[in-house]
T-cell receptor, first 113, second 110 residues
């Protein structure tokens, strides 16, 4: 089955702790994205990557970091510098080119202890 | 500032009626337009996309695009309680990145 997986489903972070959210896809998509969604709000872009070993900041990159060492994987680290990390985190992927239909993983809900 | 605007709702529609969801966008360079459905606590799922002016039908769903007026709409015929969700509109900018609306909450009343 082709798709996007995210883990864990729920993640708890302690003050001052860095945590990493996993995102894997087997759709052979070139581009991958991380979004944050707060309750009752739309999607805000954190980082995106159009090719391996390259990524760009989105609208709210402060306090987050990413890597793209493999085409299939795009992990997101929420650092201790992100003071309000409680949110629903969504990973998406798309083909390159001009169509850019994005497909989403199931999401990770991050809560602060 | 490139924007996509949606009425937040909730939009309440009787079961069996037509639900009409609207979206306006600011970037005249936009080329691709998407509608996603998001159930509470779940991730968005693609309903349909449209690239050309006019209507595109897929089952009970019809997307309508008017580039001159910069709006895109989604019609849901024969609305079912299972259609109750938040509907997100997304539009590509001139760099082919998606700009997202905040979504319209739709409630189908039995």
């Amino acid at each position: 089955d082709g798709g996007i997986t995210q883990s864990p489903k729920y993640l708890f972070r302690k003050e001052g702790q860095n945590v990493t959210l996993s995102c894997e896809q087997n759709l052979n998509h070139d581009a991958m994205y991380w979004y944050r969604q707060d309750p009752g709000q739309g999607l805000r872009l954190i980082y995106y990557s159009q090719i391996v070993n390259d990524f760009q900041k989105g609208d709210i990159a402060e306090g987050y970091s990413v890597s793209r060492e493999k085409k299939e994987s795009f992990p997101l680290t929420v650092t201790s510098a992100q003071k309000n990390p409680t949110a629903f985190y969504l990973c998406a992927s798309s083909m390159g080119g001009d169509k850019r239909t994005q497909y989403f993983g199931p999401g990770t809900r991050l809560l602060v202890l | 500032q490139k924007e996509v605007e949606q009425n937040s709702g909730p939009l309440s529609v009787p079961e069996g009626a037509i639900a009409s969801l609207n979206c306006t966008y600011s970037d005249r360079g936009s080329q691709s337009f998407f509608w996603y459905r998001q159930y509470s606590g779940k991730s968005p799922e693609l309903i349909m996309f449209i690239y050309s002016n006019g209507d595109k039908e897929d089952g009970r769903f019809t997307a309508q695009l008017n580039k001159a007026s910069q709006y895109v709409s989604l019609l849901i015929r024969d609305s079912q309680p299972s259609d109750s969700a938040t509907y997100l509109c997304a539009v590509t900018d001139s760099n082919y990145q998606l700009i997202w609306g905040a979504g319209t909450k739709l409630i189908i009343k039995p």
